[in-house]
C-alpha cells in the first residue's frame, strides 16, 4: 500500500499487515478506554444487550468483533438496527458522519 503525502513528507509504502497492527492497536486504546470510563461511571453493569458502535470506522473490516473482545458483549453497528428494525422509517445513512435517532 502507498501512503498518502502529508505535509511535507513524500508518499511510502507501508504493507497491509504493518498498517494493520498499527490501527488495531488504536481500536483496542479507544475501546479500553471507553471500557475504563463506562466501568468509572458505573455504567457498565446497566447495559443488559450490548454495545452499538456508530460512524464511518465502525464499519471497518474487523472492528465490531474487536469491540466484542474489549467489551465482553454483543456489538452491533448502528446501520444494523435501522434497517433490520425500523424499515419503515426513511433515513439516508451517511457513512461518512455519526446519524444519531432518538429510537431509544
Given at each position: 500500500?502507498?501512503?498518502a503525502e502529508f505535509g511535507d513528507r513524500?508518499?511510502?509504502s507501508?504493507?497491509?499487515h504493518a498498517l494493520t497492527e498499527v490501527v488495531e492497536a488504536r481500536y483496542e486504546e479507544i475501546y479500553s478506554l471507553i471500557l475504563d470510563e463506562l466501568?468509572?461511571?458505573g455504567y457498565a453493569e446497566r447495559i443488559p444487550a450490548g454495545i452499538v458502535i456508530t460512524g464511518?470506522?465502525?464499519l471497518m473490516e474487523g472492528a465490531a468483533e474487536l469491540a466484542e473482545k474489549?467489551?465482553?458483549m454483543p456489538v452491533?453497528?448502528?446501520y444494523q438496527i435501522v434497517l433490520k428494525e425500523c424499515l419503515t422509517l426513511s433515513i439516508t445513512l451517511y457513512i461518512q458522519q455519526v446519524l444519531?435517532?432518538?429510537?431509544?
Open positions: 500500500m502507498q501512503s513524500q508518499p511510502r507501508i504493507t497491509r466501568r468509572r461511571s464511518g470506522t465502525s474489549v467489551f465482553q452491533r453497528y448502528l444519531i435517532i432518538g429510537l431509544w
